[in-house]
Nanobody, 126 residues
Framework: QVQLVESGGGLVEPGGSLRLSCAASGRTFSTYAVGWFRQPPGKERELVAGFNWNGVTLYYAESVKGRFTISRDNAKITVFLQMNSLKVEDTAVYYC???????????????????WGQGTQVTVSS
């Protein structure tokens, strides 16, 4: 059974940084696309960062480009989201997800992800 567990969320002031982690069990990230999504209160869940199956092609939403960095460890069982220069509008629950298909390019649609973590709350406030 595949499980994803996010951690690293919390309360931070504007301009601060957080590093989110997503640990996988039951599957590695080595042949699947991975995405970090976020869902602000009352809004749709959106993809903020992701990479294709081999980790070479990266995707960032325009709103986070230059501030967020997605990466994974060499064992391919943990994915990270480094978030710098955080803004109030970054406040959301953040989720990681693994794509349904293997050997796929960056997956933008959340409907194409099979496994999700429980989410971790990120609150940016002064």
């Amino acid at each position: 059974q595949v499980q994803l567990v996010e951690s690293g969320g919390g309360l931070v002031e504007p301009g601060g940084s957080l590093r989110l982690s997503c640990a996988a069990s039951g599957r590695t990230f080595s042949t699947y696309a991975v995405g970090w999504f976020r869902q602000p209160p009352g809004k749709e869940r959106e993809l903020v960062a992701g990479f294709n199956w081999n980790g070479v092609t990266l995707y960032y939403a325009e709103s986070v480009k230059g501030r967020f960095t997605i990466s994974r460890d060499n064992a391919k069982i943990t994915v990270f989201l480094q978030m710098n220069s955080l803004k109030v509008e970054d406040t959301a629950v953040y989720y990681c997800a693994i794509s349904r298909r293997r050997y796929t390019s960056v997956v933008v649609s959340r409907d194409e992800y099979d496994y999700w973590g429980q989410g971790t709350q990120v609150t940016v406030s002064s």
